[in-house]
């Protein structure tokens, strides 16, 4: 019991790690939080320094949510891992090296649906990338693949613990972006590519 809230923890940790944060510090010696949209993401990272660190971004948050999904898999099987999953997930949004203020959890998401259900990753990515090409709006294609992924593990007839483990990451998502559902609706999101 005490090695699971061990890796529960260490999860959390994981999670937490401020990515976008430290690449801006790192490749464009700047804080990230004070640029752009202020976001510690990818999406901010990619428009305020370019490809380079946005791709770094990305990857290094994919990765952290993957290995905290891995790591409770490995100690403790699938039960532990959907735990590890969602607090790598709630280390991302409120991370405690940046005073808990943190991104909108996507790529980290992404991750450890990568680790728990492969397959509804893919789908919620392929999503993603409709939804984007379409719209150039990444919050909107953020939104609609985080939705699907609940939907999804219905229709995959998933365990209840990874229903209910895409129910919590999704409404995460939608409060996380909720500045964004209130610019869609009133028509002033930027779009991405554009100023």
Known sequence: MLLKLLVVI????IGAIPTGYLVGRRLGGIDIRRYG??????????RVLGPGPGIITLLGDVGKGFLAAKLGFV????????????TAIAGHSWPVYLGFKGGKI?????????????????????????????????????????????VSMVIWRESVGLILFGL??????????????RR????????FGRR
Do not use: C, M
């Open 10 to 13: 260490v999860a959390y940790l």
């Open 168 to 181: 919590v990451a999704a409404a995460v998502a939608l409060y996380k972006h909720r500045d964004n559902i």
């Open 75 to 86: 100690t403790g099987g699938p039960n532990l891992a959907i735990i590890t999953g969602l």
């Open 37 to 46: 949209s202020g976001n510690i993401g990818f999406t901010n990272v990619l």
């Open 184 to 191: 869609l609706r009133q028509g002033t999101e930027h779009r």
């Open 106 to 150: 996507i790529a980290t998401g992404f991750g450890v649906l990568l680790a728990l259900a492969w397959q509804v990753a893919l789908l919620a990515l392929a999503l993603w990338l409709i939804v984007f090409l379409l719209s150039r709006y990444v919050s909107l294609a953020s939104i609609v693949a985080a939705v699907s992924v609940p």
